[in-house]
């Protein structure tokens, strides 16, 4: 599964010899085009960072292997390599950034704050926006991601501003399934732009003579993310974060009712709480398996502190990126690298990769960005996010070096900054999700325990990715996508995988929610100075336990924390499955590993850590 993961989302075409790169060749590209963009690493270090990633013990970012040392980097800068960012939609403007930024395979955050979106103007009456298969419409749309971008903005101004109606042909735009030269992957077709604005056009109709609502601009904004990923290989992550007392925001994903537009599985939903008490009951409804589940965000504890119990003020912080591990400013992009702490032999070795990321990540820091207030705060805060994974899997010995290494990182930081004439970076560490990078080494993700001792790793694919067929003839089980309304979606493809945990793996039957509570509660404080992203699993019996464990740790130790049951959460095809050993050994006797898996991806754009806006454990 890592193999072929790792062809579809990081592996590269080399034209000149007719097939993709294989692993070694990405590290190479990787470490040169790091050097490229700024990074000071001497031929000794850049040879001791092939060797850590070549053997599995660290990673850049998902985005850095998948981009670094390309034309693309010279293109779009910072864009390129970086994951993720955070909006507050108080304009036009900020939905042009969330399209740009997603079509460019970030994810994003976005606020629906009551006082964010009261900025937004009342919608006008007697706009029609109309497509028309005509080369004499009033907009010709470019077959360009600026070109999308530039139809919402007259289809928003429409409604917000000039109240005027105009007509608009897509005659240019490439079918479904053309590839996609730029980024790789294929394209979408007109058939999604059409459909999406079509959808936000209704959503404005129905706020005619009024403000929109924090459940309007969530819908837009997943129709948004509806549009960039519909046929293509892209991914569109995105966190709505809504205030703590927004019933509507709150019943938002409330599937069981049987009437959610099928768009709002396109983000995960988590409400502001700077206090436990902020918390409503009506929030807990989701969590019986008939809706679900909202994470919770502890703004006030992520602008005050760093590691819980070292005060290090970051009042820029506006939001979260979409699986929650860095709290981040307004149009701020997070930065990356993981350290596979299980494939780790010393606290020295842990120390240098630890460095060696550092040099990659900072230079990053230094890119532009399409948009001034990215690059502007970006470059105020150089804030990077340094992750470990496979933490369950690791020993006491493992474990106690992350106190320590922080100290060790944080201290490098202070010498390398002042040096090089370049602000310290505001935060450092982190806890990523891990989905998509921890298949390489075959390492549980994050903070997370292993879903269970077998189960099926479910991976999507785009229908026109040939990567399909070679997992279908080999002899995986591929099936078409399928929603949160049950309909089936033939322009994706999910690849289903037998999968058996590490025997030192630490099982998720085997740890109850508050286990796993505590195990944040810990990284924070020893590790991250961000936030640790965690998807908790849970049972129903569980939850007051849950309750009663967040009214005495919430306010003082949790940054960030979503949940979702463990079994009966009512998604179709999620990405775990608990299986018996009976049922693995049956799936893995109709796997044929002597069919070879070519190196021919089409290249995802965002680690599937994020995949339909959720983070892995969904």
Same mark, same amino acid.
């Given at each position: 599964?890592?193999?072929?993961?790792?062809?579809?989302?990081?592996?590269?075409?080399?034209?000149?010899?007719?097939?993709?790169?294989?692993?070694?060749?990405?590290?190479?590209?990787?470490?040169?085009?790091?050097?490229?963009?700024?990074?000071?690493?001497?031929?000794?270090?850049?040879?001791?960072?092939?060797?850590?990633?070549?053997?599995?013990?660290?990673?850049?970012?998902?985005?850095?292997?998948?981009?670094?040392?390309?034309?693309?980097?010279?293109?779009?800068?910072?864009?390129?390599?970086?994951?993720?960012?955070?909006?507050?939609?108080?304009?036009?403007?900020?939905?042009?950034?969330?399209?740009?930024?997603?079509?460019?395979?970030?994810?994003?955050?976005?606020?629906?704050?009551?006082?964010?979106?009261?900025?937004?103007?009342?919608?006008?009456?007697?706009?029609?926006?109309?497509?028309?298969?005509?080369?004499?419409?009033?907009?010709?749309?470019?077959?360009?991601?600026?070109?999308?971008?530039?139809?919402?903005?007259?289809?928003?101004?429409?409604?917000?501003?000039?109240?005027?109606?105009?007509?608009?042909?897509?005659?240019?735009?490439?079918?479904?399934?053309?590839?996609?030269?730029?980024?790789?992957?294929?394209?979408?077709?007109?058939?999604?732009?059409?459909?999406?604005?079509?959808?936000?056009?209704?959503?404005?109709?129905?706020?005619?003579?009024?403000?929109?609502?924090?459940?309007?601009?969530?819908?837009?904004?997943?129709?948004?993310?509806?549009?960039?990923?519909?046929?293509?290989?892209?991914?569109?992550?995105?966190?709505?974060?809504?205030?703590?007392?927004?019933?509507?925001?709150?019943?938002?994903?409330?599937?069981?009712?049987?009437?959610?537009?099928?768009?709002?599985?396109?983000?995960?939903?988590?409400?502001?709480?700077?206090?436990?008490?902020?918390?409503?009951?009506?929030?807990?409804?989701?969590?019986?398996?008939?809706?679900?589940?909202?994470?919770?965000?502890?703004?006030?504890?992520?602008?005050?502190?760093?590691?819980?119990?070292?005060?290090?003020?970051?009042?820029?912080?506006?939001?979260?990126?979409?699986?929650?591990?860095?709290?981040?400013?307004?149009?701020?992009?997070?930065?990356?690298?993981?350290?596979?702490?299980?494939?780790?032999?010393?606290?020295?070795?842990?120390?240098?990769?630890?460095?060696?990321?550092?040099?990659?990540?900072?230079?990053?820091?230094?890119?532009?960005?399409?948009?001034?207030?990215?690059?502007?705060?970006?470059?105020?805060?150089?804030?990077?996010?340094?992750?470990?994974?496979?933490?369950?899997?690791?020993?006491?010995?493992?474990?106690?070096?992350?106190?320590?290494?922080?100290?060790?990182?944080?201290?490098?930081?202070?010498?390398?900054?002042?040096?090089?004439?370049?602000?310290?970076?505001?935060?450092?560490?982190?806890?990523?999700?891990?989905?998509?990078?921890?298949?390489?080494?075959?390492?549980?993700?994050?903070?997370?325990?292993?879903?269970?001792?077998?189960? &099926?790793?479910?991976?999507?694919?785009? +229908?026109? *990715?040939? !990567?399909? #067929? %070679? $997992?279908?003839?080999?002899?995986?089980? @591929?099936?078409?996508?399928?929603?949160?309304?049950?309909?089936?979606?033939?322009?994706?493809?999910?690849?289903?995988?037998?999968?058996?945990?590490?025997?030192?793996?630490?099982?998720?039957?085997?740890?109850?929610?508050?286990?796993?509570?505590?195990?944040?509660?810990?990284?924070?404080?020893?590790?991250?100075?961000?936030?640790?992203?965690?998807?908790?699993?849970?049972?129903?019996?569980?939850?007051?336990?849950?309750?009663?464990?967040?009214?005495?740790?919430?306010?003082?130790?949790?940054?960030?924390?979503?949940?979702?049951?463990?079994?009966?959460?009512?998604?179709?095809?999620?990405?775990?499955?608990?299986?018996?050993?009976?049922?693995?050994?049956?799936?893995?006797?109709?796997?044929?590993?002597? &069919?070879?898996?070519?190196?021919?991806? +089409?290249? *995802?754009? !965002?680690? #599937? %850590? $994020?995949?339909?806006?959720?983070?892995? @454990?969904?």
């Amino acid at each position: 599964m890592g193999e072929i993961v790792y062809l579809r989302t990081y592996s590269r075409s080399i034209p000149e010899l007719g097939r993709n790169e294989m692993w070694p060749e990405t590290i190479q590209r990787c470490i040169n085009g790091a050097v490229e963009i700024g990074a000071e690493l001497s031929q000794e270090e850049a040879e001791k960072l092939f060797d850590h990633m070549f053997n599995l013990r660290c990673s850049l970012s998902g985005r850095s292997l998948w981009q670094l040392g390309t034309q693309l980097v010279k293109k779009f800068n910072g864009t390129s390599l970086n994951n993720c960012y955070f909006t507050s939609i108080e304009s036009v403007e900020d939905f042009e950034l969330l399209f740009d930024y997603l079509m460019l395979g970030g994810g994003v955050g976005f606020s629906v704050e009551r006082s964010k979106i009261h900025e937004l103007p009342k919608v006008k009456s007697g706009v029609t926006i109309t497509h028309e298969r005509t080369n004499d419409a009033d907009i010709i749309v470019p077959d360009s991601r600026g070109g999308w971008r530039r139809l919402l903005h007259s289809v928003l101004k429409s409604y917000f501003t000039t109240g005027k109606s105009f007509s608009y042909s897509t005659l240019l735009i490439r079918e479904f399934g053309a590839p996609l030269s730029t980024f790789g992957g294929t394209a979408s077709g007109p058939g999604a732009l059409i459909d999406g604005i079509s959808d936000i056009c209704k959503v404005m109709e129905n706020r005619v003579g009024k403000k929109l609502r924090s459940i309007d601009v969530l819908d837009i904004c997943n129709i948004i993310g509806r549009i960039v990923v519909s046929g293509s290989s892209r991914r569109s992550a995105q966190i709505a974060i809504g205030d703590p007392d927004d019933i509507l925001f709150l019943r938002a994903k409330n599937w069981g009712t049987g009437n959610i537009p099928g768009w709002r599985a396109n983000s995960n939903n988590s409400i502001y709480a700077d206090a436990y008490e902020e918390i409503m009951p009506e929030l807990w409804k989701g969590y019986d398996g008939s809706g679900e589940p909202y994470g919770l965000l502890n703004r006030r504890l992520a602008r005050s502190y760093g590691r819980v119990g070292e005060r290090k003020s970051d009042p820029s912080v506006e939001g979260f990126n979409p699986c929650a591990e860095i709290a981040l400013a307004d149009g701020e992009s997070c930065n990356l690298a993981t350290i596979f702490l299980p494939s780790i032999e010393s606290f020295e070795q842990f120390c240098e990769i630890s460095e060696l990321l550092y040099k990659v990540q900072k230079a990053i820091t230094s890119l532009d960005y399409p948009y001034e207030k990215t690059t502007t705060i970006t470059r105020k805060n150089r804030r990077l996010g340094q992750s470990v994974t496979g933490i369950l899997q690791c020993s006491e010995e493992q474990l106690a070096w992350l106190s320590l290494g922080y100290e060790n990182l944080r201290a490098f930081d202070v010498a390398y900054s002042a040096e090089h004439g370049v602000p310290e970076s505001i935060r450092l560490t982190t806890v990523q999700p891990s989905g998509t990078l921890s298949l390489l080494p075959g390492q549980t993700p994050g903070i997370h325990p292993a879903f269970a001792r077998y189960y &099926i790793r479910r991976v999507r694919f785009s +229908s026109a *990715d040939p !990567l399909v #067929e %070679s $997992c279908r003839k080999r002899g995986y089980n @591929v099936v078409p996508e399928v929603g949160i309304d049950g309909r089936e979606d033939h322009t994706k493809w999910v690849v289903e995988f037998p999968a058996e945990s590490p025997e030192n793996a630490v099982l998720a039957k085997d740890m109850t929610a508050i286990d796993q509570l505590e195990w944040v509660k810990r990284l924070q404080a020893e590790w991250a100075d961000n936030a640790v992203s965690v998807t908790v699993y849970y049972r129903k019996e569980e939850l007051s336990e849950i309750k009663d464990w967040l009214s005495k740790n919430y306010d003082k130790h949790i940054k960030s924390v979503s949940f979702l049951l463990h079994s009966d959460h009512n998604f179709p095809l999620p990405p775990y499955e608990e299986i018996s050993k009976e049922e693995y050994e049956r799936m893995l006797s109709k796997v044929d590993f002597s &069919i070879s898996i070519a190196p021919n991806a +089409s290249g *995802d754009l !965002l680690d #599937e %850590s $994020c995949a339909t806006g959720a983070c892995p @454990v969904r």
